[in-house]
């Protein structure tokens, strides 16, 4: 079943399944086991992960549905055959319905009257005239008065019937999937109250359409009681579908079937395929806005580390001042301080003075400002203190930087400390290396999703998770400079497990081999297997420590250099191994081509880094507040989130500015993560200011034809070359008579 909707092959399922089950990781499974998997990668080991649980979640679900049957007497051989056989939990759940445990329902309370062999011979539809028989079940003693209360008996038992029925629950499930509109109205007097959701006071959209967004946005406002939602198809189709599969004739009887089966579809269907519908779309939209997240959040993560450099560390403000921490290139804290530039000459000089003897004293190689409060005012104060030109200055984006200040992991690496100088210690460290400090924040409070509260929280978690896992494992770790809280997300390590090698090497000095890690208490064979490849120590003994070469492959390479009449150290920057040996007499049962591709690759680059060079990037000088906008002008910027309707960028004035979809290219965008990705930087155009409401409107569409863009005051128009007139167009201006387009207006739409 996997097989077939992941379209692999059973053994490879098989195969994943049996190493998932032994413990091993998606990211060693995917590096490290290609032969046995058919070379998965990330992704596909998921998704058979994922898709394994929930059918063994089916499976349970199965089981108690069979022990239930048996336990009341409903077992029968076909009946189990159908249970076991179902492959969704919407179709066990429709084939287990009409023989749950119910509360005493309007039908349980009619067949406890006895009309229950009314309702049947009604339901045969074979023309007979209701009215006629109803006087027979008049029994005063059980509650039925008259004939016409026999008969709403009866049609409260077929109601029941009806909306048991697996045919017409799996006809109107396709119908609202297909055909049905998600609506919202404003509740009454909540127009002010719930002015956020202005929107959605009056909102229709087929809900297949719809995207995660906007249903997640009235779900919400649904929750806070602002607005009224519906999710349904029109009456007249639902009750179409039911005519057509349950109406076999034309007389009385049928006319009394079709009155059960409207009460049926009001009372019972409508409810219940609505609840389906919501949480099927509620499913989807959880789905589109964690893939968003978690694409975002990759993106950050594997952000350009500028590398281990002496960094000098800003966390900038107005009225408490700026906290500076001096970092050495292992990101040690070696000093702090507070300066109070923008708050009067002297204070000014003062703050002068500080910043160029910190830097002087401690050889600074960079400078980090956040970019949160007087960010851009902080970085035009340093910018202008005249510092030597090799000094990196740039801004660091600080979201989440106030979430770490206040954890325990920094309250036990700096008890001491104040809140703010941890923050500042953090945005000095980003610089560094972004990964290694945001894997020390919970991912949601990054700040790069949608909706991150309103989505499944165990299905956002273990997503997240996956994503962090991937990023650190896919770079590698120093496993001499590595957090406890890096070490975590390593394949096969933990919070404990980490805190051990954190331990064992306060203790005992750096590890010098990747053999020693078995030193480390509890930390056995599994457990060295799943993580000892994606652990670097820098210039160990042996060069393949060094590198994303397993150990268990360590005798390979050896082989290798004896074949080659060379030692391993020498094989290391070789880009032809692939060429000079022939890999197939190195394949065994367990080591087939892709591994000993990988082991060549690796030699060729050892160690290397999946991650882009760092590239230093300055905003529009002069543009710093939403003050200095104007519409028109073209700025740089930073994408700072991502999300299914468009993208915020960071343009310096403290505010993201929003990119919307219909913004993004002059061409159709249906996903705005085909366009842009988190920390891209981008060239865009401002082209709404709303300063109450803080919104910024931005374009990365180019230039309309009829002319650039409009020139903002703070930058000289570029010099155009003058159009070239049509040949037709000179000749009729010539004679006088002006050449007209009548589509010019299309064209350039």
Known sequence: ??????????????????????????????????????????????????????????????????????????????????????????????????????????????????????????????????????????????????????????????????????????????????????????????????????????????????????????????????????????????????????????????????????????????????????????????????????????????????????????DPGFRTGCKVVCLDSQGKLLHNDTIYPNMGEHKDKKAAETIRNLVERFNMEAVAIGNGTAGRETERFVKGLGLPREIIVTLVNESGASIYSASETARKEFPDLDLTVRGAVSIGRRLMDPLSELVKIDPKSIGVGQYQHDVDQTALKNSLDDTVVSCVNGVGVDVNRASAELLTYVSGLGPQLARNIVGYRDENGPFETRKALLKVPRLGPKAFEQCAGFLRIVKAQNPLDSSAVHPESYGIVDAMAKDLHADVSSLIGRT????????????????????????????????????????????REGVETMDDLEEGMRLPGVVTNVTAFGAFVDIGVHQDGLVHISEMSDKFVKNPADVVKVHQKVQVRVIGIDKPRKRISLSMKSPSEGGSAPQDKKQPPRPTKPKRQPKNSQRREDKGRPFNNPFADLLKK
């Open 576 to 619: 032809d191994l692939k060429q000079a040996l022939d890999l197939s007499a190195y394949i065994t049962d367990t080591v087939g081509l892709p591994t000993l591709t990988d082991i060549c690759e690796e030699l060729a680059k050892p160690g290397r880094d999946p991650r882009d060079d760092f590239k230093l990037f300055n905003y």
């Open 1 to 314: 079943m996997i097989a077939g909707r992941l379209n692999v092959t059973p053994a490879q399922v098989t195969e994943t399944l049996a190493l998932l089950d032994q413990g091993a990781t998606v990211p060693f499974i995917a590096r490290y086991r290609k032969e046995a998997t058919g070379s998965l990668d990330e992704v596909a080991v998921a998704e058979i992960r994922d898709l394994s649980a929930q059918l063994r979640e089916l499976d349970a679900r199965k089981a108690t549905i069979l022990t239930s049957l048996e336990k009341n007497g409903h077992l029968t051989d076909e009946l189990e055959a159908r249970v076991r056989a179902s492959d969704a939990l919407a179709d066990l759940e429709d084939i287990y319905l009409p023989f749950r445990p119910k509360r005493r329902t309007k039908g349980q309370q009619a067949r406890e009257k006895g009309l229950e062999p009314l309702a049947e011979a009604i339901f045969a539809q074979t023309g007979q005239n209701p009215e006629a028989l109803a006087p027979d079940f008049v029994d005063n003693a059980k509650g039925v008065e008259t004939p016409a209360d026999a008969l709403a008996g009866a049609v409260d038992i077929m109601a029941e019937w009806i909306n048991e029925q697996e045919p017409v629950r799996k006809a109107l499930r396709e119908l609202y999937a297909k055909k049905s509109t998600i609506s919202c109205r404003v509740a009454t007097g909540m127009e002010e109250k719930g002015a956020k959701f202005r929107d959605y006071f009056d909102w229709n959209e087929p809900l297949h359409d719809a995207p995660s967004h906007r249903i997640l946005a009235a779900r919400r406002g649904e929750r806070e009681e602002v607005l009224n939602l519906t999710i349904r198809p029109t009456e007249e189709d639902a009750l179409q579908i039911l005519n057509t599969l349950l109406i076999t004739g034309d007389g009385p009887d049928s006319a009394l079937v079709r009155k059960a089966l409207e009460q049926g579809y009001k009372r019972l269907l409508s409810r219940a395929m609505e609840t389906e519908a919501r949480l099927l779309s509620k499913e989807r939209a959880d789905r589109e806005a964690i893939t968003v997240f978690a694409d975002n959040l990759r993106e950050l993560l594997l952000s350009p580390p500028m590398g281990a450099r002496r960094v000098l560390g800003i």
